[in-house]
């Protein structure tokens, strides 16, 4: 009975080992294919690379203008899920505090909204942002991620803040303190986890968005990590060597910051998902 | 709750609390959705300031746009074939990423690597491995089915675009069913065990019934992004070979961006909502009542 038990694990467990290895394949071949010469890339793609080269990270990282996406990137991840993080806590807190006719169904649109797919409203939002000249900036960019992100966040937030002890609060605000501060100090921080899975939620859309940047962003110079990704691609379509490099070049940011977050992560996909 | 002294003070926290966060909500998603709706009524074109009523043609023109109907039906062939095989593959994953196997926290992070990419990349990357890698491997072992790329052929093009979503999305769903799988009381299936139950009675009569919420969600979330998949059709398959993979969200991206039909266009986006609507939310109303009490 133990051995058999043993054999089953064993056989579950190489089983599975392949499945991951046929999963992660195309990250392997990438991999190995960065490295090589375009000739090699096309006569034998599965062969490790001969002569080790930089060659074609230096040429994509140059020819996709690598630092400036990059940046554009991080400053429009960054600012959009710390607005949407702090205004929507701020909003969930007060829809739960405030339980009015007008909060409650200032809350139910937004939950209802939910359910609006983005491509029922591209083309009217390019068109007023558009005519108001408020198109082609990081900033504007910024501002849509708010709009777009905020009713999960709301959503998310209101199912806890419900949870926090209104007397919490309450003894705060006896002890002198303004709402603004009895939110920062007492209720934003007893709000952390939900807020590690909102952020990291938002991080993995907000990153690796293609569609509303290629929208609102038209310069190259404001362009994203997947944008220049995309045109990058859409110029170079015969040098396999740089492309592949360019593409492992957008890859890897992301995995390493998997590599230390990755507990989190898949936490805030658990947590994000019990609504 | 202490409430405010005086209405000016209550007004300020409420602008303030709750201001710039329905601000954006209502300028970015409220007022397009509905100034859409209007636009589906003008014949605007998307570079005269002025434009006209045309009243229902945006919509008979919809009806009788056969591409647009085309592109849909493919779509709805995709999603349900991409739904059910993401929800089977997640499901068959987490179960046994649960059975206290060595190392099985590993094999979660890995099998979600694909959802931190997005599907732009995800796109390029198998377009090498469908037209480079796969080709190779056909000619070297002379098997004639990857001999040809399949990107080059309209119904194997239209299966890359599946193996692809399956591979992205399956191990995004996984992280929910073990989530779900976890919440399952040992002692009801230790009771079922010792009373004789076997494996297959276990996941039919206890399992499957008290997952049925992390299947709401699942199904929820895979239908939600199938219907609306552009990036991985863009960068994939790039609707071709000879427009047979065009998906309807990018039909309705060139309709409106390419064509400059933007009346039209946001017909067809209008149109694309209200179905996507109604099955989302038919999906959910109907598989709660399938839920159980453990």
């Given at each position: 009975?133990?051995?058999?038990?043993?054999?089953?694990?064993?056989?579950?467990?190489?089983?599975?080992?392949?499945?991951?290895?046929?999963?992660?394949?195309?990250?392997?071949?990438?991999?190995?294919?960065?490295?090589?010469?375009?000739?090699?890339?096309?006569?034998?793609?599965?062969?490790?690379?001969?002569?080790?080269?930089?060659?074609?990270?230096?040429?994509?990282?140059?020819?996709?203008?690598?630092?400036?996406?990059?940046?554009?990137?991080?400053?429009?991840?960054?600012?959009?899920?710390?607005?949407?993080?702090?205004?929507?806590?701020?909003?969930?807190?007060?829809?739960?505090?405030?339980?009015?006719?007008?909060?409650?169904?200032?809350?139910?649109?937004?939950?209802?909204?939910?359910?609006?797919?983005?491509?029922?409203?591209?083309?009217?939002?390019?068109?007023?942002?558009?005519?108001?000249?408020?198109?082609?900036?990081?900033?504007?960019?910024?501002?849509?991620?708010?709009?777009?992100?905020?009713?999960?966040?709301?959503?998310?937030?209101?199912?806890?803040?419900?949870?926090?002890?209104?007397?919490?609060?309450?003894?705060?605000?006896?002890?002198?303190?303004?709402?603004?501060?009895?939110?920062?100090?007492?209720?934003?921080?007893?709000?952390?986890?939900?807020?590690?899975?909102?952020?990291?939620?938002?991080?993995?859309?907000?990153?690796?968005?293609?569609?509303?940047?290629?929208?609102?962003?038209?310069?190259?110079?404001?362009?994203?990590?997947?944008?220049?990704?995309?045109?990058?691609?859409?110029?170079?379509?015969?040098?396999?060597?740089?492309?592949?490099?360019?593409?492992?070049?957008?890859?890897?940011?992301?995995?390493?910051?998997?590599?230390?977050?990755?507990?989190?992560?898949?936490?805030?996909?658990?947590?994000?998902?019990?609504? | 709750?202490?409430?405010?002294?005086?209405?000016?003070?209550?007004?300020?926290?409420?602008?303030?609390?709750?201001?710039?966060?329905?601000?954006?909500?209502?300028?970015?998603?409220?007022?397009?959705?509905?100034?859409?709706?209007?636009?589906t009524?003008?014949?605007?074109?998307?570079?005269?300031?002025?434009?006209?009523?045309?009243?229902f043609d945006n919509y008979v023109s919809v009806f009788k746009d056969a591409v647009f109907w085309k592109?849909f039906?493919?779509?709805?062939?995709?999603?349900?074939?991409?739904?059910?095989?993401?929800?089977?593959?997640?499901?068959?994953?987490?179960?046994?990423?649960?059975?206290?196997?060595?190392?099985?926290?590993?094999?979660?992070?890995?099998?979600?690597?694909?959802?931190?990419?997005?599907?732009?990349?995800?796109?390029?990357?198998?377009?090498?491995?469908?037209?480079?890698?796969?080709?190779?491997?056909?000619?070297?072992?002379?098997?004639?089915?990857?001999?040809?790329?399949?990107?080059?052929?309209?119904?194997?093009?239209?299966?890359?675009?599946?193996?692809?979503?399956?591979?992205?999305?399956?191990?995004?769903?996984?992280?929910?069913?073990?989530?779900?799988?976890?919440?399952?009381?040992?002692?009801?299936?230790?009771?079922?065990?010792?009373?004789?139950?076997?494996?297959?009675?276990?996941?039919?009569?206890?399992?499957?019934?008290?997952?049925?919420?992390?299947?709401?969600?699942?199904?929820?979330?895979?239908?939600?992004?199938?219907?609306?998949?552009?990036?991985?059709?863009?960068?994939?398959?790039?609707?071709?070979?000879?427009?047979?993979?065009?998906?309807?969200?990018?039909?309705?991206?060139?309709?409106?961006?390419?064509?400059?039909?933007?009346?039209v266009?946001?017909a067809e986006?209008f149109v694309?909502?209200l179905l996507?609507?109604?099955?989302?939310?038919?999906?959910?109303?109907?598989?709660?009542?399938?839920?159980?009490?453990?």
């Amino acid at each position: 009975m133990e051995n058999k038990n043993g054999t089953l694990a064993w056989t579950k467990f190489i089983a599975l080992l392949v499945c991951l290895v046929l999963f992660v394949f195309p990250f392997l071949m990438l991999l190995v294919n960065s490295f090589k010469e375009n000739k090699a890339i096309t006569s034998s793609p599965l062969s490790l690379p001969h002569n080790f080269s930089w060659e074609n990270y230096t040429n994509a990282f140059g020819k996709m203008e690598y630092v400036s996406a990059f940046t554009n990137s991080v400053i429009i991840t960054v600012l959009s899920v710390v607005l949407i993080s702090f205004l929507s806590a701020m909003t969930a807190h007060y829809f739960v505090r405030h339980q009015t006719k007008l909060n409650q169904y200032t809350f139910f649109l937004m939950v209802a909204a939910m359910i609006i797919p983005f491509q029922a409203i591209m083309i009217p939002l390019v068109k007023i942002y558009g005519s108001i000249g408020f198109l082609d900036s990081k900033w504007a960019l910024i501002y849509m991620y708010i709009g777009f992100g905020s009713p999960l966040a709301v959503f998310i937030y209101h199912g806890f803040v419900k949870s926090i002890p209104a007397e919490l609060e309450e003894a705060a605000l006896i002890d002198g303190c303004t709402r603004t501060q009895t939110f920062f100090r007492i209720v934003f921080p007893v709000l952390t986890p939900t807020t590690v899975t909102i952020a990291i939620l938002n991080v993995l859309w907000i990153w690796n968005d293609f569609l509303l940047p290629s929208l609102v962003l038209i310069a190259p110079v404001e362009r994203t990590l997947p944008l220049s990704t995309f045109y990058f691609f859409g110029t170079y379509t015969v040098d396999y060597g740089p492309l592949m490099a360019g593409l492992m070049l957008t890859i890897l940011p992301v995995l390493i910051v998997y590599l230390f977050a990755q507990k989190y992560i898949i936490q805030g996909v658990m947590q994000g998902s019990i609504k | 709750m202490i409430t405010e002294k005086g209405l000016w003070n209550r007004l300020r926290l409420r602008l303030l609390f709750t201001g710039p966060t329905l601000f954006a909500f209502l300028a970015v998603m409220i007022i397009p959705f509905l100034y859409g709706i209007y636009l589906t009524f003008t014949n605007w074109d998307g570079i005269s300031t002025t434009s006209s009523l045309v009243g229902f043609d945006n919509y008979v023109s919809v009806f009788k746009d056969a591409v647009f109907w085309k592109s849909f039906l493919l779509t709805l062939k995709y999603v349900f074939i991409s739904v059910a095989l993401i929800n089977s593959v997640a499901f068959l994953l987490a179960y046994v990423l649960t059975s206290g196997l060595k190392g099985q926290s590993i094999f979660r992070a890995g099998f979600f690597i694909p959802n931190l990419v997005g599907g732009i990349v995800l796109g390029f990357v198998w377009q090498f491995i469908f037209s480079n890698v796969l080709v190779y491997v056909g000619k070297e072992l002379s098997l004639p089915l990857f001999s040809a790329s399949w990107l080059s052929d309209p119904n194997k093009a239209f299966w890359t675009m599946i193996i692809v979503t399956v591979w992205q999305y399956a191990g995004y769903m996984m992280v929910i069913f073990v989530a779900g799988l976890m919440n399952v009381p040992k002692d009801i299936l230790e009771a079922a065990s010792i009373d004789g139950a076997n494996l297959w009675t276990t996941m039919r009569k206890m399992i499957l019934p008290l997952m049925v919420p992390s299947f709401i969600v699942c199904i929820f979330l895979s239908l939600q992004r199938c219907f609306m998949v552009y990036d991985l059709n863009l960068s994939l398959t790039k609707g071709g070979p000879f427009k047979s993979t065009e998906m309807v969200s990018m039909h309705v991206y060139e309709k409106a961006f390419l064509s400059r039909d933007y009346g039209v266009g946001q017909a067809e986006a209008f149109v694309l909502f209200l179905l996507v609507a109604t099955i989302t939310i038919a999906q959910v109303y109907f598989s709660k009542k399938l839920e159980v009490e453990a």
